[in-house]
DNA sequence: TCTGGGGTCCTAGGACCC
DNA sequence: TCTGGGGTCCTAGGACCC
């Protein structure tokens, strides 16, 4: 009989930042490496034998730097421009060797095979992976997404580079999802799992045996689904063709405290114009932009959050108008004696831009003018050139960029910043 | 001194209508 | 004293993911 069921594989890099920049830096391998996030904040991404130190994820990077365990820890900069390449190298070669592939994050890849073809095709997703593009990836399958995620984790926990759970017993499998904590079933956080503990549900075996009618009732309809997937039952599908975007967001932690006016506004019609950037690459109009200011929550008393929405006659996409706008929202929202860490634009609801029109629909200069604007900046960075004062350094001194002191060359995406062999 | 960024989906509750 | 019901739309907030 011929089995018509289907396997999830799900590809997965290991430590992926830190494995992109291995690739150009062999000096890098078998060293303790972490990537930090923008503002060189956080600790993202770590290598095997930085996580041997115990550095943990999301640590800050200013209080790892000073243990004396973490003396010899190399860390960068994030990269996204090399890691975005390589990621796409990933789902290209994942699209050559299944049927269906659904690029999950800039890190995984959901395949999804006739059930008896998934074991070859994940071997070689593995080999290929490693040898063509120089990229770990450990690989796990099974009957769900959820259950091939559970895999994928147990493969990463044991060392091993490919591990499915379709092979297991109906006991072996029993056993595996007992020993896993609840809150590491894709799709459980850290508040789920308080709340499953109350229930007396601590473990992924324990989430599996539950009723779905009842999870529905006691919980949502997600929290149902990942029960089911653990039951082997599909409910979240592979979806090759992403949804529309509904949303695009630019949002950041200032490299310096705002106080001004002026600041606020200049960074949020450079915010702005990087939305914009990106509306038209991906061909969207957006009918509103919000501007959202707040003052973080790390410093002393409550913070402070203030935001402003302004809608348009049309949707509209046009860096000039966002810019300007988001400029005037930001003003609108300041409020004197904050000091403001961080600045967000926010654009939703978002249109397809053929079916918007411009407000400046009759001249060619401004598409033009934005056209070399994005050049600029995609060369030189922000703060060379833009609308308003979002690239200028203020007179003050006062400079809302992002420091990322330890950034390595985009080697992949610019001709000026290709590796060089001697 | 120094603590990321960018998304999605779901639910509850209020406003409003007939 | 007694005080509809059902539907839709919108928003804020919660929860999750990587």
Known sequence: ??????????????????????????????????????????????????????????????KVRTRPSCRDVVALSSNYELYGDFSSRLATLCGQLAPRVEPYSIDECFLEFPAGEALDAAVCARERSARWLGLPVTVGIGRTKTLAKIATNHAKDSGIGVFSIDALSRAERAELLASIPVGEVWGIGGRLSARLAAHGVTTAKALADLDPGWVRRAYTIVVERTVRELQGVSCIPLTEQPAPRRSIMHCRHLGQPATKQDEVAAAASAFAQAV????????????????????????????????????????????????????????????????????????SDLVQARRAQSLWPDDPRHDKLAAVLDTITARHGRDLAGYGRSGIRGPSGWDWRMRQEMRTPRFTTRWDELPVVS
């Open 276 to 347: 914009s950037a990106k509306l038209r690459r991906l061909d969207l109009a957006v009918p509103a932009v919000t501007v959202m200011l707040s003052t973080g929550g790390f410093g002393t008393g409550p913070p402070h959050h203030a935001q402003a929405t302004q809608g348009f006659p049309v949707p509209l996409n046009a860096a000039g108008q966002l810019a300007t706008t988001a400029a005037r929202l930001a003003r609108g929202a300041w409020r004197p004696g904050h000091r403001y860490k961080r600045v967000g634009v926010l654009a």
């Open 1 to 62: 009989m011929v089995d018509k069921r289907r396997s999830v594989v799900l590809a997965d890099v290991d430590s992926m930042y830190v494995s992109a920049e291995r690739i150009f830096n062999v000096g890098l391998n078998r060293r303790p490496v972490v990537v930090l996030s923008n503002n060189d904040g956080c600790v993202v991404a770590r290598s095997k034998e930085a996580k041997a130190l115990e550095i943990g994820m999301g640590e800050p990077w200013f």
